[in-house]
């Protein structure tokens, strides 16, 4: 069993910031690819931040300079800190992790989403 908490979301002023946080339990080992991923309202989802076991990242153009994302290897959780946040990043945000399965490559697993909004 593999569970994802997710925290950190609310509402926020344009310019405002916000910390999300994502933390993961089970039966698992090693966690090759976390991330998150957002929904707005009558739009598809789209990848925001990843971040591999090695360090490397890779973010939305949208997002690049305004987001952070790191992940702590002992708590096996993934962060994203949000900044100057502009109101066309609400959405409903998703954790995501990849880990390796019974078949070849990855299997995805999510957490149960967190709304951000941002309005004045």
């Known amino acids: 069993q593999v569970q994802l908490v997710e925290s950190g979301g609310g509402l926020v002023q344009p310019g405002g910031s916000l910390r999300l946080s994502c933390a993961a339990s089970?039966?698992?080992?090693?966690?090759?690819?976390m991330g998150w991923y957002r929904q707005a309202p009558g739009k598809q989802r789209e990848l925001v931040a990843s971040v591999t076991s090695g360090g490397r990242t890779n973010y939305a153009d949208s997002v690049k300079g305004r987001f952070g994302i790191s992940r702590d290897g002992a708590k096996r959780t993934v962060y994203l800190q949000m900044s100057s946040l502009k109101p066309e990043d609400t959405a409903v945000y998703y954790c995501?992790?990849?880990?390796?399965?019974?078949?070849?490559?990855?299997?995805?697993?999510w957490g149960q989403g967190t709304q951000v909004t941002v309005s004045s």
């Open positions: 089970g039966s698992i080992g090693s966690i090759p690819v």
């Open positions: 995501n992790i990849k880990v390796p399965g019974t078949g070849v490559g990855l299997e995805n697993y």
